[in-house]
């Protein structure tokens, strides 16, 4: 079966524990009530803390009182659960979840440690990204690619988004405008995997499409990378 997530990583600086008492922490962080903001789920696996933060976040809906024949605002709280895996080999936190709940996973993360622990980007950009891939034993092809500045002739400066039939034409633009990619997706052959897509769009973070069972070794194998 096939599965497209998107995976989102920061460099996280400042711990100076071991795995086991980082685990021992969290875990002494549940979620509660009261703070609206806590820990679920706590394991170990593979050198890896996996976790579920479960964040409360109040809502706001307008609710009609036939009787008083008023609209009022009534509260509604939304709950939402964020994976968020550790990886202190590394010095990486990582999650599937969007931008802005890895960034509430965060504030949980600061408040867990007395040490100042600060969270910093993990170069993803797209050109970079396509330079690590190079490196390792995979087979990697351009399929598509956007440009912030193309130059079409002298006065015609845009955006262009392409679908490419030959890898070698989207090598030649990378290097020719490099610091203006915003957007690459590749299809990569390994001798592990079967073909999957990487597609690179912001800094942080990139998407994969491949077999379910692929998608944690291929994160693994691109986590020991950046």
Same mark, same amino acid.
């Given at each position: 079966?096939?599965?497209?997530?998107?995976?989102?990583?920061?460099?996280?600086?400042?711990?100076?524990? =071991?795995?086991?008492?980082?685990?021992?922490?969290?875990?002494?962080?549940?979620?509660?009530?009261?703070?609206?903001?806590?820990?679920?789920?706590?394991?170990?696996?593979?050198?890896?803390?996996?976790?579920?933060?479960?964040?409360?976040?109040?809502?706001?809906?307008?609710?009609?009182?036939?009787?008083?024949?008023?609209?009022?605002?009534?509260?509604?709280?939304?709950?939402?659960?964020?994976?968020?895996?550790?990886?202190?080999?590394?010095?990486?936190?990582?999650?599937?979840?969007?931008?802005?709940?890895?960034?509430?996973?965060?504030?949980?993360?600061?408040?867990?440690?007395?040490?100042?622990?600060?969270?910093?980007?993990?170069?993803?950009?797209?050109?970079?990204?396509?330079?690590?891939?190079?490196?390792?034993?995979?087979?990697?092809?351009?399929?598509?690619?956007?440009?912030?500045?193309?130059?079409?002739?002298?006065?015609?400066?845009?955006?262009?988004?392409?679908?490419?039939? =030959?890898?070698?034409?989207?090598?030649?633009?990378?290097?020719?405008?490099?610091?203006?990619?915003?957007?690459?997706?590749?299809?990569?052959?390994?001798?592990?995997?079967?073909?999957?897509?990487?597609?690179?769009?912001?800094?942080?973070?990139?998407?994969?499409?491949?077999?379910?069972?692929?998608?944690?070794?291929?994160?693994?194998?691109?986590?020991?990378?950046?």
């Amino acid at each position: 079966m096939e599965t497209k997530k998107t995976i989102v990583f920061n460099r996280i600086i400042g711990l100076d524990s =071991d795995i086991e008492s980082i685990a021992h922490v969290f875990e002494s962080k549940k979620y509660t009530e009261n703070a609206g903001i806590g820990f679920t789920y706590v394991h170990i696996e593979d050198d890896v803390i996996v976790t579920k933060v479960l964040v409360r976040t109040p809502s706001y809906v307008q609710n009609y009182n036939s009787q008083e024949n008023v609209i009022e605002k009534k509260v509604v709280n939304v709950y939402e659960e964020i994976e968020l895996l550790m990886d202190l080999r590394y010095g990486l936190i990582y999650s599937t979840s969007s931008s802005i709940k890895f960034s509430k996973a965060r504030s949980l993360l600061r408040n867990c440690f007395k040490s100042k622990v600060v969270f910093k980007n993990v170069d993803c950009s797209p050109e970079k990204v396509f330079e690590r891939i190079q490196l390792l034993d995979w087979k990697a092809f351009i399929t598509d690619l956007s440009i912030k500045k193309f130059v079409y002739k002298e006065g015609a400066i845009g955006r262009l988004s392409i679908h490419l039939e =030959d890898s070698q034409v989207g090598k030649e633009l990378i290097e020719r405008y490099s610091g203006s990619i915003s957007r690459l997706t590749v299809s990569i052959e390994s001798k592990a995997f079967s073909e999957f897509f990487l597609s690179v769009t912001s800094q942080n973070s990139f998407a994969i499409r491949c077999q379910e069972t692929n998608f944690w070794p291929i994160v693994n194998t691109i986590k020991e990378n950046l």
